[in-house]
């Protein structure tokens, strides 16, 4: 066989030979035939075409040295050298420059068989994949774009197999809504992250992905549960799609729990509007602010007009039609000054009407406009007030005026004595108006003095209070005999009762002061009494007694009321019933106080009346004392106080919190047998589940990484309390005994937590906290800062918070409440350190 340098044309006999020449020429992008020390022995055409040389030009040149690109010649020339030794080694994929630039190319080579002038030599097939890669490259760049156009989306959307209904795909808005992560997803199907009752349960969401691929595209609310247990409300928009030729279901859904809040407080507060419109005589009204429609009129119109309120809807002005004919230029003249122009307030002349029957009534109408957030009015509101008794007696007295004027000038002497007697008369009211003023004074003065004292009693207790109970905390931490332990408890118990006390002060001087307000929050009627009999059991156990719950099964659990109020008469009555039994037990009832209604009446907004039985097998009230045991400051008999003791201020708070709640409370008693207090309660029916209707997952608690703490407090002893606790905890801490201190110490140093007592002599707390914010490094300005105080009366906790503190402490201090601000701190200070799912506290 002849060389395949000397006849070019002829292909060689290698792998990619024998092949005619044109098999040859159509093996890959470009074939070649590189002898023993890598030079060209033969090149196709459509290799010479593609590197855009001749043959001569490349005929018994290096390989490497002109086709290969420099970056890929260090890894193949020992490739190509054991290849042409006859070795199994792969050609790697590599580049190679060509009249187009530089194409990558992959490669099948064969090194020839040994014996005959072929010896050593080696034959490469190969194609140009350069086109390939970089639309592969494109496709990866497209499919990230798409990929960050998705997770950037800030509604969730979950894609969805048809057929079975999992989860294929989903965004970070998706995992995080839900809590679950990628791989957590797929393997879970809509059902599972749905409340689970009708009608947000497994059919119903069946169902819609059912409609959903028939083609009718849907939107509705759905009640949805994530990772955690947590139940909210979201808003689903489902569609059937074809992606990458398959069918699928797109899911977007939308986070609407604060629209779902915000629609229910509208209707609370509609329902009040609409209440206090009904309940008053006058005329409500309200309209636009061109006076040519009517939004709301109430009932009183159709009682003063003797017209339908419809009738005033539909013809916005005809209430003109009934003014008294006398008197409609005037109206209609009052009107034309208004209409047209920016509204104010103002008010119409006195005029008559004429009422369908015939009888006429005299009328004031006062309106005043209403503006938005923006200060642009936008509706007008007015009330018409029924005035013809006072218009009557008007005129009786211009008619008794005139008879008076007869008999002014036919007896002055009568008209002087009458003067001086009105004189005296004047006189004497001025006096007593003069002596309410200042009994007025003096009561607002001994309120104000009463307030101040409370003030400034609870400080002064609880200040010395905190350090008895923290230095027993601490104390309680230390190595102790029995007997001391027992004086420990003994010390813990009496401080204990004297903070109820004060407590009970605080609670008794609010509702005097008709500052205690009963909220109408979502609640669970089961739950309070389950904490009720948690919080007391171990009491009752203590004592051998039973402490049981009997519940109507058409008692309904979920409503609007407040729980904390609800659970504190409870707790109140219940904690009695077991301090004065010695044997049996305590019984909590509740049923309804006529019909229980169902659920689907919530939507109407009824109230449902609750009846509260608490009996025990106790030593019972004597006849005498039943009457007077709800007064303040009252006990049974003066024995019961000494042998059990307490402030008697516990059923007064209780009467009063029952009757805030829409009650009443009773007690019947029999002496040596036990007593049964009764009392009721109105609540709202409440529609929606509330959020903790499902219980959460249980999840350890994050440790708290070590905080650099500040403690600002001017008492020794809730200063050294506060830093043994912290140190316990493995923080690093440092003391100020005033305000001026504290400033230093932060203007020198960065703290994630500040601890401000707030009366510090010299700067208080609050000026050393407001003097901190003003700093100019951010990180210590935006320390976190706790007030620490013995101010526990109403309004001081949002005082303090009005002022730029972030928390507040109460003296004495509990740890429960301390470990608390400590993770709110360091969520602040290491946000890293807590992941965005965690839901727990930290401790």
Request: include cysteine; aromatic fraction near 6%.
């Amino acid at each position: 066989m002849p060389d395949a340098v000397d006849n070019p044309s002829t292909p060689p006999s290698t792998a990619c030979a024998p092949l005619p020449a044109a098999l040859w020429e159509a093996a890959g992008d470009i074939a070649v035939v590189l002898d023993a020390s890598g030079r060209v022995v033969h090149l196709s055409d459509a290799g010479l075409a593609l590197l855009g040389l001749d043959r001569e030009t490349t005929l018994g040149r290096e390989w490497l040295s002109f086709a290969v690109a420099q970056n890929d010649v260090p890894r193949l020339r020992p490739l190509l050298e054991a290849l042409a030794a006859g070795g199994e080694a792969a050609w790697p994929e590599h580049g190679v420059i060509t009249q187009r630039g530089v194409r990558r190319i992959r490669w099948k080579t064969v090194p020839l068989p040994a014996g005959g002038p072929e010896t050593g030599r080696v034959v490469a097939c190969g194609n140009d994949i350069t086109d390939c890669l970089e639309a592969t490259q494109t496709a990866r760049e497209n499919e990230a774009t798409y990929r960050r156009i998705f997770d950037a989306v800030n509604d969730a959307i979950f894609v969805h197999d048809p057929d079975t209904g999992r989860f294929l795909q989903a965004n970070e808005r998706a995992t995080t809504l839900l809590g679950y992560g990628p791989e957590e997803l797929r393997r879970l199907s809509p059902a599972e992250t749905s409340a689970g009752y009708p009608p947000y349960s497994t059919a119903e969401i069946q169902e819609e992905l059912r409609r959903a691929r028939e083609g009718q595209p849907r939107l509705f609310e759905w009640l949805a549960r994530d990772k955690s247990g947590r139940l909210f409300w979201v808003e689903v928009n489902l569609r059937r799609a074809v992606l990458d030729g398959r069918e699928r279901i797109i899911a977007v859904v939308r986070d609407i729990t604060e629209r779902k809040a915000a629609e229910r407080a509208l209707r609370e507060s509609e329902k009040k509007f609409r209440q206090l419109a009904e309940a008053i005589g006058e005329v409500f009204w309200l309209g636009s602010a061109d006076w040519k429609r009517v939004f709301y009129i109430s009932p009183a119109y159709e009682r003063l007009w003797g017209r339908s309120t419809k009738s005033l809807y539909e013809a916005p002005l005809s209430w003109i039609d009934g003014v008294h004919p006398d008197d409609r230029d005037a109206v209609l003249g009052a009107l034309g000054t208004v209409a047209g122009k920016r509204p104010g307030a103002g008010s119409f002349p006195e005029y008559r009407i004429v009422r369908p029957d015939g009888q006429v009534r005299w009328v004031q109408a006062r309106y005043f406009p209403v503006a938005d957030d923006a200060g642009v009015v936008t509706r007008v509101a007015g009330i018409v007030e029924d005035v013809t008794d006072s218009h009557a007696a008007g005129e009786g007295l211009k008619r008794l005026n005139e008879r008076l004027e007869v008999m002014v000038r036919e007896r002055t002497m009568t008209l002087n004595r009458m003067n001086q007697e009105l004189i005296r008369e004047v006189a004497e009211r001025r006096e007593a108006e003069a002596a309410m003023a200042a009994a007025k004074e003096a009561a607002e003065a001994a309120s104000q003095a009463k307030s101040v004292f409370l003030a400034n009693m609870s400080h002064e207790i609880r200040t010395p209070l905190n350090g008895i109970l923290g230095m027993a905390q601490v104390l309680a931490a230390t190595e102790l005999d029995e007997a001391q332990r027992g004086f420990l408890k003994d010390i813990e118990d009496s401080a204990g009762a004297l903070l109820r006390i004060i407590n009970d002060i605080l609670d008794f001087s609010k509702i005097e002061a008709d500052r205690l307000e009963i909220s109408k929050e979502p609640m669970s009627l089961r739950g309070v009494l389950a904490s009720v009999a948690a919080a007391l059991g171990v009491l009752a156990a203590d004592k051998g007694l039973g402490l049981a719950t009997e519940v109507a099964e058409d008692v309904p659990d979920l409503l609007l009321g407040d729980a904390d109020r609800l659970r504190q008469v409870l707790l109140n009555l219940v904690g009695n019933a077991i301090k004065f039994t010695k044997r049996g037990g305590v019984v909590i009832g509740v049923q309804c106080v006529e019909t229980c209604l169902p659920p689907e009446a919530a939507a109407q907004h009824p109230l449902q009346g609750l009846l509260f039985t608490v009996s025990d097998t106790g030593i019972g009230i004597a006849q005498q004392d039943l009457e007077r045991i709800f007064e303040p400051f009252i006990q049974a008999d003066g024995a019961y106080t000494r042998r059990f003791g307490g402030t008697g201020l516990g059923l007064a708070i209780t009467k009063r919190l029952v009757t805030l709640m829409g009650g009443d409370i009773t007690v019947e008693s029999v002496p040596g047998e036990g007593s049964e207090f009764t009392f009721t309660a109105v609540f709202d029916l409440e529609s929606d589940v509330p959020e903790t209707a499902a219980p959460a997952h249980d999840a350890a608690p994050t440790p708290l990484p070590p905080l650099r703490v500040l403690v600002a407090d001017d008492n020794r002893v809730s200063r050294d309390i506060i830093e043994k606790w912290l140190w316990q905890r493995g923080h690093v801490v440092s003391a100020a005994g005033d305000g001026k201190q504290a400033l230093d110490a932060a203007t020198m140093a960065t703290f994630d937590l500040v601890l401000m007592d707030i009366q510090m002599p010299g700067l208080n707390g609050l000026e050393a906290a407001r003097a901190i914010r003003a700093l100019p490094d951010p990180d210590k300005a935006s320390v976190y800062i706790a007030a620490v105080t013995a101010h526990a009366m109403p309004g001081d906790r949002e005082r303090f918070l009005a002022d730029g503190l972030d928390d507040y402490l109460s003296k004495p201090l509990a740890q429960a409440e301390l470990d608390r601000v400590l993770a709110a701190a360091a969520r602040r200070a290491r946000p890293e350190d807590f992941p965005p799912e965690d839901g727990a506290t930290p401790a």
